[in-house]
């Protein structure tokens, strides 16, 4: 990757909407099917296409507010609760103001959850929703109360059920305009075949609106320094993780003589290392004992879940590699491939690396983070029975050390 090559932002918004949907106590799938009843609704409208395609994004995204303590909760939990809705609508505009998005799609988040008659989180009422944002509250909630029920061989719901619910709520939680044309939009029988778990994945890659928008690498450094941020605020003792890596590897790689691209590349790994800590849950994190098989099981399985997530997105291979390897070793009794030093790089050792003393120097449930000598004490250790590469452990002590 250089400075000129371009990340498509519709797929690298898909696979972090798959990291938020694969989270502890959310439901699979959620976002990519709220996005999909999103674009479906706003296609009927006949909107403009590039309002599609500012919809279509910013619903794979809307539930980025469930982050830090939030994600104790249910999806539905949440619906059902007017101070948690408020603040998960709150703290998705927070974290849309870091990326490089339009200043509309941070308002259809702050307002995804405002109701017709103005009985939301924030007392908008009619048409002082915007369009989208009323769009996207009503596939969410259909999405919730419908979809889940699906099943494999009874694609096609209870029509008249539907319809009874969206005159329950017409002209109190959604508008008359939305819920005639949704009724349309349910009578397809291609809506609802999409919208199988088998099927969704796909169905976004053929539909998806705006696939030649694209960011470069600085806006990609942006993104993934917010998602950084959601990662390490999932637990009390993980706060700035991620980010206290990330500055471990810019100096680290600086000192070994990267270029400033490369540079930023390991930097956007590190921020990206642990985005498949979203599937672990909150007690097995902080658990103050030792972990039983299973939950250590549970806890490797991250790496696992980082790679996936960031190879769903062209132009982030070498980046993928790198974040999801940093729980490998040199000698091949790492997590999760058994990788050794035949196939491991320079690159992977230098996430290793900050990983490994950061890990070593923060607090923790069982313990108080060690001073820096005796991190890297435990690291000659490692060095010793061939885990990491001594050579490049006397670099890395020239850079915390000194």
């Not at 000192?255 to 540079?263: K, T």
């Not at 879940?305 to 980046?319: M, N, R």
């Not at 061939?386 to 002590?397: P, Q, R, Y």
Request: net charge negative; charged share 30%.
């Amino acid at each position: 990757m250089d400075k000129k090559l371009k990340i498509k932002l519709g797929q690298l918004l898909t696979s972090l909407s798959f990291a938020l949907d694969v989270a502890e106590n959310r439901y699979f799938n959620h976002s990519r099917r709220t996005a999909y009843i999103a674009y479906c609704l706003a296609k009927e409208m006949e909107l403009k296409e590039e309002d599609i395609i500012d919809i279509y994004y910013t619903s794979l995204i809307h539930d980025i507010g469930m982050a830090g303590h939030l994600s104790n909760y249910t999806v539905k939990e949440i619906h059902f609760n007017e101070d948690l809705r408020k603040e998960h609508c709150f703290n998705g505009y927070k974290i849309l103001d870091k990326l490089p998005l339009k200043r509309e799609m941070k308002e259809y988040i702050l307002y995804h959850h405002e109701e017709w008659k103005g009985t939301g989180p924030y007392g908008l009422i009619e048409n002082e929703i915007p369009l989208a944002a009323q769009i996207i509250h009503l596939a969410d909630y259909f999405e919730l109360f419908f979809v889940r029920e699906i099943r494999n061989g009874n694609q096609f719901q209870d029509l008249d059920r539907i319809y009874k619910w969206l005159k329950m709520h017409r002209n109190k939680m959604f508008s008359n305009e939305i819920c005639e044309v949704f009724s349309s939009v349910i009578l397809k029988e291609k809506f609802w075949l999409d919208l199988m778990s088998i099927n969704i994945g796909q169905a976004l890659q053929i539909i998806e609106p705006g696939k030649d928008i694209s960011i470069d690498i600085h806006d990609l450094h942006k993104i993934s320094g917010a998602f950084s941020m959601l990662i390490d605020a999932k637990s009390r003792f993980t706060y700035e993780h991620s980010k206290g890596i990330s500055k471990i590897t810019g100096k680290f790689a600086a000192y070994l003589g990267y270029n400033p691209i490369m540079i930023e590349k390991l930097t956007i790994a590190a921020n990206l290392h642990d985005i498949g800590k979203f599937v672990v849950p909150l007690n097995i994190l902080e658990k103050p004992g030792k972990l039983s098989n299973s939950e250590f099981e549970i806890i490797k399985s991250h790496v696992y879940y980082t790679k996936l997530i960031l190879k769903q997105v062209e132009g982030l291979e070498d980046i993928a590699e790198w974040a999801g390897n940093h729980h490998e070793k040199l000698n091949g009794t790492g997590y999760p491939e058994k990788l050794d030093e035949r196939t491991l790089t320079k690159e992977d050792q230098i996430i290793a690396f900050a990983d490994i003393y950061q890990a070593l120097t923060e607090d923790r449930p069982y313990r108080k983070g060690m001073e820096p000598k005796k991190a890297i004490s435990i690291m000659d250790g490692m060095a010793d029975r061939g885990e990491i590469c001594n050579s490049m452990l006397s670099d890395f002590k020239q850079v915390v050390l000194y």
